[in-house]
């Protein structure tokens, strides 16, 4: 066992579990490899919160059962999402898989490897933060969703909340920073409600606090965001503390009370909007990002239109727009039938886009001319690229090796999308 390859698909949290898998199977001497067919080791960390995400896990198992025959002794383990507690039908469907993992439960890879390899993986495996991170990192501080929001396979899959103690994520920034590392993400399925279930009870807000001052730390982000755990000490805390990004994702889902009832979201369309009118007040100039599903069961035109009003009064900065998709195993699934037509979902996400798209043309348009800090985090096409504090993605060229640079860019062209720009102080091609 020389070689790895790990597929990733889904939500940052799965991007992080991925990366501390790697860091593992780094730790027993594999070397990671960009095609699976050169791999010893290949591991697929799935996502099954829509179907079309599954879709592809399916799939990619299929292309591999091929590779998998091709070599004898080549390891194939599925992770993620996709494995519950109970992996019989997985073993039916996939019977060339080795191995199933939980999210984060790594041990049954390692065990079989450490079986095969003739080593006692615990005593080569250390701390899984990334060898190599790049410029910008994942950091996991809570596990699991305790909310049971009815369309919702999370809570199934990752388990109850857990969150990690302060001085452990502490001691995890100020490594990833040694290695490079300029701004973390803190990540949770619920990330303000972070601190809950520890001994103390720190919130998110003390969490930000213990980090801010860690030396090299350009930046501190964290999503996703409850609206019933953004709490006014949580606001505080990004409005005082200059590391912290100005930007908040906190999904809505539906802007009609009866849906968020359906959903078991645990808000009103009016709480929710009190609550963005009070970051907004403390926050000037925060962005705001958020979450929605179009099409929930028995959701009528009129009930999407009251989301569409919402989308409209609050001009988010990004509106992550998903249809419904049916989750074996959810409440939803089991109580309530799948009613709106996919015709009706695709008209519904493509009206939630046009308007998106005309809300961030003309926010981004006030950006022309002006100077923003960009955190340069690669090249695309051969431009520099990087986002501002307020998530902001920004392209720009310079002859210069600016990755990991603060970067102040005066924007020359706009779009809903991105902005383009050159360094500060330079002049803009004619």
């Avoid at 109970?86 to 490897?113: I, N």
């Avoid at 919130?203 to 019933?228: C, E, K, Q, V, W």
């Amino acid at each position: 066992m020389n070689t790895y390859h790990i597929w990733t698909i889904g939500c940052q949290m799965n991007v992080a579990d991925s990366q501390r898998l790697a860091t593992a199977l780094e730790h027993l001497g594999l070397q990671a490899v960009d095609k699976p067919r050169d791999a010893d080791v290949v591991v697929l960390n799935s996502c099954v919160v829509r179907q079309s995400a599954e879709d592809k896990v399916v799939g990619t198992l299929g292309l591999m059962k091929p590779l998998k025959q091709a070599r004898e002794g080549r390891v194939l383990a599925l992770m993620g999402c996709m494995v519950g507690h109970k992996t019989d039908d997985l073993r039916a469907r996939f019977p060339h898989v080795d191995t199933f993992m939980r999210p984060q439960q790594y041990g049954p890879l390692l065990d079989l490897l450490g079986e095969r390899m003739g080593l006692d993986w615990e005593g080569c495996v250390g701390n899984l933060a990334p060898e190599r991170p790049s410029v910008t990192s994942y950091v996991p501080v809570i596990h699991g969703c305790d909310l049971m929001c009815t369309f919702c396979i999370i809570p199934y899959r990752r388990g109850r909340q857990v969150s990690r103690p302060v001085d452990e994520v502490v001691r995890e920034v100020e490594l990833l920073v040694q290695r490079g590392v300029r701004e973390v993400t803190l990540l949770g399925q619920t990330v303000d409600a972070y601190g809950q279930d520890l001994p103390d009870a720190p919130d998110l807000a003390d969490l930000l606090y213990a980090l801010a001052p860690i030396d090299g730390l350009a930046r501190l982000r964290f999503l996703t965001s409850h609206p019933m755990f953004m709490s006014a000490r949580i606001i505080e805390a990004v409005a005082s503390l200059d590391k912290v990004c100005d930007h908040v994702n906190i999904p809505i889902q539906a802007g009609d009370d009866e849906v968020l009832a359906r959903m078991r979201r645990r808000y009103t369309r009016k709480e929710y909007l009190d609550l963005i009118h009070g970051i907004r007040a403390a926050i000037p100039g925060v962005s705001l990002s958020t979450d929605v599903i179009v099409g929930f069961p028995g959701e009528t035109r009129e009930q999407y239109a009251r989301t569409v009003d919402v989308v409209r009064e609050v001009e988010f900065d990004k509106v992550h727009a998903a249809a419904y998709s049916t989750r074996p195993g959810t409440i939803a699934a089991r109580r309530m039938p799948d009613d709106v037509s996919a015709e009706e979902k695709s008209y519904r996400l493509k009206e939630l886009d046009r308007l998106q798209a005309e809300i961030l043309a003309r926010k981004n348009a006030g950006l022309l001319g002006r100077p923003v800090e960009v955190l340069v985090d690669g090249r695309n096409k051969g431009r520099w690229q990087g986002r501002t504090k307020s998530d902001k993605l920004v392209f720009f060229e310079d002859e210069r090796d600016r990755l990991g640079d603060l970067a102040m860019v005066e924007i020359t062209k706009t779009g809903p999308w991105s902005l383009q720009g050159v360094p500060a102080g330079v002049a803009a091609p004619v």
